[in-house]
């Protein structure tokens, strides 16, 4: 009867993820892009660009991202 009983799969949110839904479109194309241009908008920097503007993001959370590593895959 439980035989194919497993625990649920916890996925944490992704930062960045979380952090595109709560911006505007125009803010969330101009973020897109900003992800997308890694010659232009190194990890750190742009996690500084953000949290300057009161956005609060790791570089961290940002390379993960970019690299796939986060729960958006």
Known sequence: MLEDMHPPEYVTPCAVRTLLGKLDEADQTILGNALTN?????????ARALTD???????K?????RHKLCSCK
Do not use: D, N, V
């Open 38 to 46: 890694q010659e232009a908008w190194g990890h750190t920097p742009l």
């Open 53 to 59: 503007r009161g956005l609060r993001i790791s570089e």
């Open 61 to 65: 959370a940002i390379r993960k991202h």
